[in-house]
């Protein structure tokens, strides 16, 4: 086991020593709708900030399918959690993408929070020596505490030519709405960040087509490093695992309920010894253990073609959201089984089954995260047909 093999399994360790109390703060995570400090500390001391970083920056750089496993970890405790810091993590290796003196600035102290608006829903003007930045991104999630903000935009060329632009700006340099209102994921604090003519030096201003295909001038980190994963294809294979441990949170926090815990008027005094619940648990933890197995697959693959110093082919990013849509699938189809009979008990908001359940039903309405969207970008390609797609 090398050094950072060993340092990213005491993470995860430490990860799962964590779980109840990512679990009890739920409830904290809600009512402020932001995760509490307290998690964010403990995940720091654990190292999950680390695992996105070059390890010649003080990094774990841990690989593909060890970031999964802990994300999942964490999500397991509160989906919440483990959705910022899944989005932290992928932020902090976007850096990686960037040019070395970039990445100089960014990894100072080994672990990096960066949080990130995928969607060009920006300006940029250029000026002497970089750009004038201004436009909001909704949905930034973690904004509130990540000290760093991926954000595109787009600038038009004196032809009248547009192109898609990602920047890296310090969060301070930008103002955060109070517009998080939602009925799940709500502890993500996933609130509108803005950009008032702030100016961004050209050195932390990449194309889009470059950062998305890992082709970006100025940095020694390219070819057969084995981290090298496409940055869409990255994001949305790593956020799959936030499904799967929030699965497994549900499916912990009913069956621990079962024991001694009666079928309301009837004359069943055990819920676990009625059949249809046993059907409906049983059919959960399959559905989560195929979400799993078929996650590893896409997840071995990309790790696999990182490892020989190749970027993601169409097929390759494709093939992973296709799988991993169904995966999220399964998942939300195990916590709906699990919720069919789960009692009027269960909706108790001191009941962590329902947060589990409502964060599920909500994460899967993320446009990159919706199943039947990546089933139908699978289906084509399946087919013979263009994905039709630029977010591959």
């Known amino acids: 086991m090398t050094e950072s093999d060993a340092g990213t ?24 709708r932001w ?65 070395d003196e970039v990445q100089k600035e960014v990894y100072t102290s080994g672990a990096v929070r960066a949080s990130g608006g995928l969607a060009p829903t920006a300006m940029f003007t250029p000026t002497d020596g970089g750009y004038v930045l201004n436009g909001s991104w909704g949905f930034n999630t973690g904004c509130r505490g ?11 060329h004196p032809d009248g030519t547009p192109e898609p632009l990602y920047a ?11 517009d998080w209102h939602v009925s799940a994921a709500i502890g993500t604090g996933s609130f509108t960040t803005s950009a008032t003519d702030v100016f961004v ?11 998305v295909t890992g082709t970006t ?14 940055l869409i294809t990255y994001v949305a294979a790593l956020s799959v695992a936030v499904f799967i441990g929030a699965a497994k949170g549900a ?15 009837t004359n069943w005094a055990e819920q676990r010894e009625h059949p249809l619940t046993q059907i409906k648990v049983a059919t959960a933890a399959n559905k989560i253990t195929a979400a799993e197995t078929l996650s590893a697959g896409f997840v071995r693959r990309l790790q696999d073609r990182a490892d020989a110093g190749e970027h993601p082919t169409v097929e390759d990013s494709v093939t992973v959201r296709g799988q991993g849509g ?34 599920v039903e909500g994460l899967t309405r993320h446009g990159m995260m919706t199943p039947f969207t990546n089933l139908e970008l699978h289906g084509r390609m399946l087919l013979g047909l263009d994905p039709d797609s630029l977010y591959l």
């Open 9 to 32: 399994a005491a993470v995860l360790d430490a990860v799962s020593a964590l779980v109840p109390n990512l679990r009890e703060n739920g409830t904290a995570a809600e009512d402020r």
């Open 35 to 99: 995760i509490p400090d307290e998690n964010i500390e403990l995940l720091e001391k654990a190292g999950v900030f680390q695992l996105g970083v070059p390890r010649r920056f003080g990094g774990l750089e841990a690989t593909m399918a060890d970031q999964f496993e802990v994300v999942t970890e964490i999500s397991r405790g509160c989906a919440s959690t483990g959705w910022v810091a899944a989005a932290w993590i992928e932020g902090a290796w976007v850096a990686s993408l960037y040019p």
């Open 146 to 156: 990540a000290d760093w903000n991926l954000v595109a935009g787009i600038v038009e």
């Open 168 to 178: 890296l700006v310090p969060m301070a340099e930008f103002e955060i709405a109070d």
């Open 201 to 211: 030096p050209a050195r932390r201003v990449v194309g889009a087509e470059q950062l």
């Open 217 to 230: 001038t100025g940095r020694t980190n390219t070819g057969a490093t084995g981290r090298n994963y496409g």
């Open 251 to 265: 499916y912990d926090t009913f069956t621990e309920r079962l024991p001694g815990k009666p079928i309301a008027y």
């Open 326 to 359: 169904l995966a999220t699938l399964l998942v939300k189809e195990a916590v709906e089984a699990l919720h069919d009979v789960s009692g009027a008990s269960a909706l108790a908001r001191g009941q962590h089954f329902q947060r589990f359940h409502r964060d």
